[in-house]
């Protein structure tokens, strides 16, 4: 397949239904809740660059290819990652 083809193509993994800040917050929970629980996730420590700066996070990670990346410690979420 070429290159426009793929640069066309939008896949989103991760929707809200809402904007309110107690609906989007739910719904990230819920997400959190299924790849940490999900049989097969992989859990790592991993070492990646966040503004030029390198950088230690614990990114876990599902059997479809959805992760989360939280901080070194596990006290913050930093984000989801798609597939």
């Known amino acids: 397949m070429s290159v426009e083809h793929y640069k066309n193509m939008v896949v989103v ?3 809200y239904t809402g904007q ?5 917050n ?3 929970q819920h997400i959190i809740d299924d790849i940490l629980t999900i049989p097969g996730t992989k859990i790592e420590i991993r070492i990646i660059k966040e503004n030029k ?3 230690k ?6 059997p479809d290819g959805r992760a989360l990346r ?14």
């Open 26 to 28: 739910k719904e990230a």
């Open 20 to 24: 309110k800040a107690f609906t989007v």
């Open 57 to 62: 996070v614990i990114e876990a990670t599902a």
């Open 53 to 55: 700066q390198r950088i």
């Open 13 to 15: 993994v991760y929707t």
């Open 70 to 83: 939280f901080n070194e410690v596990g006290t913050k979420l930093i984000g989801f990652r798609e597939p």
